[in-house]
């Protein structure tokens, strides 16, 4: 079993940026692939941001492209997701989740994520 904690969320002004982290125990996330998703209100949660276990793969929604930095440090078992020039469409409750361990491909699908956190909120003000 593998415990995520988010952290880091809060109101910003658009063109703000945020931190936030994933906190991960149970098992070390070094073979796991780690994802960022979130959802706002009434809608359906979705895909971010996601870096693969085995290297520096990272896919991005086309949404934060160029905006948003997902990095990894395994020896902290920690994932984080830098948020720059954040814009009101950002606002959502972000989720960090985990899917492994040592799979052969990186997905946006939410359904194939095996953990999730209780999620952070972000909320980004016009």
């Known amino acids: 079993q593998v415990q995520l904690v988010e952290s880091g969320g809060g109101m910003v002004q658009a063109g703000g940026s945020l931190r936030l982290s994933c906190a991960a125990s149970?098992?070390?996330?070094?073979?796991?692939?780690m994802g960022w998703f979130r959802q706002a209100p009434g809608k359906e949660r979705e895909f971010v941001v996601a870096?693969?276990?085995?290297?520096?793969?990272?896919y991005y929604s086309d949404s934060v492209k160029g905006r948003f930095t997902i990095t990894r440090d395994n020896a902290k078992n920690t994932v984080y997701l830098q948020m720059d020039s954040l814009k009101p469409e950002d606002t959502a409750v972000y989720y960090c989740?985990?899917?492994?361990?040592?799979?052969?491909?990186?997905?946006?699908?939410?359904?194939?994520?095996?953990?999730w956190g209780q999620g952070t909120q972000v909320t980004v003000s016009s």
């Open positions: 870096i693969i276990w085995s290297g520096p793969r990272i």
């Open positions: 149970g098992r070390t996330i070094s073979s796991y692939d």
């Open positions: 989740a985990a899917r492994g361990p040592y799979k052969s491909y990186v997905t946006s699908y939410v359904g194939e994520y095996d953990y």
